[in-house]
């Protein structure tokens, strides 16, 4: 008798347990019950869903990175083209540039250079840029 209570009793923990493993998936955000602590997803293909959504996300970046990498790229080329070296922050950016994307910034004699792919700009003061080709 003391063994069934014992397996009753177990059972009433192991149930216990499995509130906790109430969760939310986070793709298809419908509640369902994990059997393991460490499942996110519910047993639906969600998943591989979400991975293949991170994935798409993914590369979407990518492309939108690679697009702003290049119109930065062309823009600092016309100015150069025009004969346009100097420049101040304010324009280059109402002109389409987007300064979120380079390629890396230094301080390169007490100033910043801002690396792009072709070009780089070196900050002449907070607001004067100066476009050199690389
Ligand atoms: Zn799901």
Redesign the pocket.
Known sequence: MTFWKEIKNLKMVIMGFEKEYEKI?P????N?TATHLSQV??P?K?KSRMFRKRMQEKRKLANKESDVFQKNNALLKSLIDKGTSKITKKELIKLGFNEDYYLKKIMYNNNLLTLLEDYYLEALSDVELLIHKN
Do not use: S
Request: with cysteine; hydrophobic share 10%; proline share 0%.
């Open positions: 998936c793709y298809c955000k419908k369902f997803y519910c639906e969600c």
